[in-house]
């Protein structure tokens, strides 16, 4: 009898989460045969993606808006390129008192975009673009190869798929941060997951260097490498980085060295700069409204939506939300997953939830969060595949209906 993914949720054997031992059991010199393995996965999310740019170009030129201006030079988008070509030190005061300060903005995509336009003719913004552009397919890739490696190829595929037709996924397209960081971590886990500790750690750092969230990576790769240091390694399928023990525990033990250094790094230099010390970086983020309540004002924000009938559908939407978030991360529990896997996702949601500004931002906060797409993966990858292209098919149309709907709107502050 067919049964829907939700139902298959709950229904999946234990054994279908055991880790496949991968194929390649050396650091990965010949990318041939991966990325025949990633190329469905990767066919089909530029297929998502430029549906949702077209949809966007078509909805923006009947309103008289640019669709590449919308990607490229409007809200955090601008202030990237604005340190790419002045550096820190740009700040905007609000009649209000407030002081948005450019120093929130973590530095690397900048670098990036400076980087690009020193060796080509592409301005700042269109260099934002581009790394945006690779950087989502190497994000993308980075999915399937987790989602591979935990589930199997199938999996991994339609993982990526339901990565790119999130409700916020044009967010992947524009010259953002969060496709460049969701790039790191993801092949930063891999690279844990497979034992590769010194690239885990460096990927780690380079996230650290995106954004804030980058702490959520630092913490997989401590937490993975304490595990190993006590022999707790079952997430460990590559066990052969070095010949020797020894070998293998430095290691481990210089990545999770290297693994905090760009985020630890950034925050003391905006302390030093601002010259209030290690803690520096939390007055710039409070000149943003910006701060982590564990989740107070949000939870006010929700309640407020409850004072009148049109609103309280939208309070009870949220509340819809935050519990299929939840969900999503207890079955993920319940299946197995990872520890690595789970603490980077429950350390991404915890903060995209418990922040105490910006609540529109949430849902393009926790697009990070990919693994929590694991266990809807699995269901649909048991799913015949003309009804899981047909899933796939009438949510994508509809992401990219709501992607240009939003981006002309209100769109991400």
């Not at 929130?104 to 990036?112: G, R, S, T």
Request: glycine share 10%.
């Amino acid at each position: 009898m067919w049964r829907t993914p939700l139902t298959l949720l709950w229904t999946t054997p234990r054994r279908v989460c055991r880790f496949r031992t991968p194929s390649i059991i050396e650091p990965v010199t010949d990318l041939e045969a991966p990325l025949r393995r990633a190329a469905p996965a990767l066919l089909g999310y530029a297929a998502v993606r430029a549906l949702g740019l077209v949809v966007l170009a078509v909805w923006s030129a009947a309103r008289g808006k640019s669709a590449y201006t919308l990607l490229t030079a409007r809200w955090d988008a601008l202030w990237y390129t604005r340190v790419a070509d002045l550096g820190y030190g740009y700040e905007v005061r609000l009649p209000n008192g407030d002081v948005h300060s450019n120093l929130a903005f973590f530095p690397l995509l900048p670098w990036l975009e400076r980087g690009m336009h020193a060796v080509s003719p592409l301005s700042y913004a269109d260099a934002g673009f581009v790394v945006s552009l690779f950087a989502s397919l190497a994000a993308a890739w980075g999915i399937f190869a987790v989602a591979e490696h935990v589930y199997g190829r199938r999996a991994g595929v339609c993982a990526v798929l339901l990565w790119a037709v999130l409700p916020v996924g044009i967010v992947q397209s524009m010259a953002y941060s969060e496709s460049l960081f969701t790039a790191l971590a993801a092949w930063s886990l891999y690279a844990v997951l497979t034992g590769r500790w010194l690239t885990a750690g460096v990927l780690a750092l380079l996230a650290g260097l995106t954004r804030p969230v980058g702490l959520a990576v630092v913490a997989a790769v401590w937490v993975a490498g304490i595990a190993s240091f006590t022999g707790r390694t079952s997430f460990v399928r590559d066990r052969s980085t070095a010949p020797e023990p020894g070998a293998r525990t430095w290691r481990c033990a210089l990545g999770m060295a290297l693994a905090p250094l760009g985020a630890a790094g950034y925050v003391l230099w905006v302390g030093h700069r601002t010259g209030k010390g290690p803690l520096g970086y939390l007055d710039v983020q409070a000149g943003w409204r910006n701060g982590f309540d564990g989740g107070a004002a949000f939870a006010r924000f929700v309640g407020d939506k409850f004072t009148s009938f049109p609103s309280a559908l939208a309070g009870v939407g949220l509340i819809v939300g935050v519990g299929l978030v939840v969900w999503l991360y207890v079955v993920g529990v319940r299946q197995g997953q990872p520890l690595p896997l789970l603490v980077y996702t429950g350390v991404v949601t915890a903060l995209a939830l418990c922040a105490s500004s910006y609540f529109g931002s949430k849902p393009r906060l926790l697009m990070p969060a990919f693994p929590l797409l694991l266990p809807l993966a699995l269901a649909l990858a048991r799913l015949r595949t003309s009804r899981s292209a047909w899933v796939v098919g009438g949510v994508a149309v509809a992401s990219a209906v709501y992607g240009a709907f939003w981006l002309n709107g209100s769109g991400p502050p």
